[in-house]
């Protein structure tokens, strides 16, 4: 009888450590997956910074082009509406215009689009600040002198320098409600409607001061 009772117990003693043993095995299975899903995570986790660093400066590059694409074309047009080429003969300006006609075309076959993400608001305030610069645009012909006071007041709302002149404090309150990509693009859309502006009051004051040469000169040859 007590043999069977001191069996009894070592077999029920075995059991326990079994039981213990698994449920090790099982614990310790569980720590090294734990382990195991932190590294992958943690490598996935670096893999997709890296990405996000390459990401944006593709972003940077592709803006960077938009903004190449601008610049050329820009000074293709200003070389065809420049004074020199009035003061050329017909066929070398015809010539000319054919080169930048043909250099123009190649520019803009090359398309180039970065869309920003914007929210409702961004998206309100971008339509309201391009609706404010168009109404000066649209009335460029009417008073050259007005429009470039009220753009520079315009462009000094976006830049964090002192300004020359006044701001805009509208205008200023609009812009800082867009996206911060849409704010450096309006910065640049003013910064080549004034130089345009500049550009044409310089041809604008030579074609006056060339009028007046010829006005004095005949009035010489009359006297």
Known sequence: MAQAKISAKANEGA????????????????????????????????NLDQLEL??????????????????????????QNSQDM????????????????????RTLTV???????RNAQ???????ATKMIDEIVNKLLDDLEDAKIRLMSLYGACT????????????????????IEDQKKIKR????LLRNLENSEKSITLLEHQKSSVRQSCNSKQD
């Open 54 to 79: 390459r990401v944006e400066a593709f972003r940077d590059a592709a803006s960077a082009m938009e903004q190449e694409k601008e610049t050329l074309l820009e000074m293709i047009h200003n070389i």
């Open 189 to 192: 859309r003013l910064e080549t």
């Open 160 to 179: 964090s320098d002192v300004p020359a002149g006044p701001i805009d404090q509208k205008f200023q309150s609009v812009v800082i409600g867009c996206a």
């Open 111 to 117: 398309e180039v689009s970065v869309e920003t993400i």
């Open 15 to 46: 059991q326990q450590q079994q039981q213990q043993q698994q449920f090790g095995g099982q614990l310790r299975g569980r720590f090294y997956r734990s382990t195991s899903m932190a590294d992958r995570s943690s490598r996935l986790l670096e």
């Open 122 to 128: 961004q998206q309100e305030s971008l339509l309201h």
């Open 86 to 105: 009035r003061h050329i003969s017909e066929g070398e300006r015809e010539e000319l215009n054919l080169t930048a006609n043909r250099l123009m075309g």
